[in-house]
Each structure stands twice: as structure tokens, then as C-alpha cells.
């Protein structure tokens, strides 16, 4: 048993030496496939970004405007966050309760503000998952950008975008090859 646990032990260093040193030597090809193990070890998010599904979040606790959460979070290669799906959200909420030892109520992407009707991300990808609270959204005119963790639910809320708010980043996750 200890045979095979050392044998073991030493895969795992040796593949991962090998994927830091692909990561150096390796040139992804136009049309070739990476394997799930380069995937992996090549697929990285920046420092002070946590890596979640493929992509790169990152919680932003000083307070702002919708507007200047959306235009700090392109400044640095993103848009406020947006979700998925449920699992996506419930991970999200850790990500920030990890953060902070709380639940603060929170910027993400979603918003009305160029339509006044539809909701849409900022990032441009489809508004198919939601998890508002019951009964919102509720003041289309007035309310136009989506907070996280209100209430005990900790669900959605259609909020003013002038109203200063902590904010979650996402971008894609960067091949290092």
C-alpha cells in the first residue's frame, strides 16, 4: 500500500513539473486539441483572481456606482460578473463570504440600462439564469442594475445604479502557453 501511494505521489509531481514545463516550451497549434491535463495546468487566472468553471472572478470591496464597478472591471480586462448557473451563484456568494465574513449586498453584470425593459449582461452573454427575490424585479423605471445577497434569501433585487455597492469581476481564464 505504501508502494502504491508513493508511486502515486511521484505521478502527481512528475505531471505536474512536466505541465510547468509545457507551459514554457509548449506553443498551442491553431485546430489542435490540449488535453484536459494541460487544460488544467495551462489555463490560469491573474494574481488576486480565483479561477471557477473555466473563468476568472475577482470581488472588489470599495463601494461604487454600478457605472464605476462596470468601468473598473473593464480596466482590468472584464465586466461585472455574470452567472450561469445556480451552483455558479452559490459559489459565488462563498467566494465572497471568504472575503468578507458576511453576505454584502453586491454589484454584478446584469442591468436594463439600454433597453429600460430587458435584462442583459455587460459582458454581452445571454440573461438565461436568474435568482431574484420574490417579487422582483419590481421598478423597471427607477431600477435598472442587479444586486447580489439581498434579504435572508440572499437572492437578486433590481436596484438604483447610482447606489455604491461592492462588485465581483469575471473574465475568461488565460492560456500560459
Keep these: ?3 502504491l501511494m508513493l508511486c502515486a505521489l511521484l505521478c502527481v509531481v512528475v505531471l505536474t513539473r512536466a505541465a510547468e514545463k509545457g507551459a514554457d ?3 498551442q497549434q491553431p485546430g489542435k486539441d490540449v488535453s484536459h491535463l494541460e487544460k488544467r495546468f495551462l489555463w490560469r487566472c491573474s494574481s488576486g483572481w ?3 468553471g473555466g473563468r476568472c472572478f475577482h470581488f472588489v470591496p470599495r463601494p461604487l456606482t454600478w ?5 473598473n472591471c473593464q480596466a482590468v480586462g472584464g465586466h461585472l460578473a455574470s452567472l450561469r448557473n445556480k451552483e455558479e451563484y452559490f459559489w459565488l456568494q462563498h467566494l465572497i463570504a471568504t472575503k468578507t465574513n458576511n453576505y454584502p449586498l453586491t454589484w454584478i453584470g446584469g442591468s436594463t ?3 429600460n ?3 442583459f449582461w455587460s459582458d454581452g452573454t445571454t440573461f438565461t439564469f436568474t435568482f431574484w427575490c420574490r417579487g422582483t424585479p419590481n421598478n423597471p423605471g427607477t431600477r435598472h442594475c442587479v444586486q447580489m445577497n439581498h434579504s ?3 437572492c437578486w433585487d433590481d436596484y438604483q445604479c447610482d447606489g455604491k455597492r461592492p462588485s465581483v469581476c469575471v473574465k475568461e481564464s488565460k492560456f500560459l502557453g
Excluded: I, P, Q, S
Excluded at 457605472?67 to 468601468?71: G, I, M
Design 1 to 3: 500500500m505504501k508502494l
Design 50 to 52: 480565483t479561477k471557477y
Design 25 to 27: 516550451e509548449h506553443v
Design 67 to 71: 457605472n464605476e464597478a462596470e468601468k
Design 113 to 115: 440600462r439600454k433597453t
Design 117 to 119: 425593459t430587458t435584462w
Design 152 to 154: 435572508d434569501n440572499k
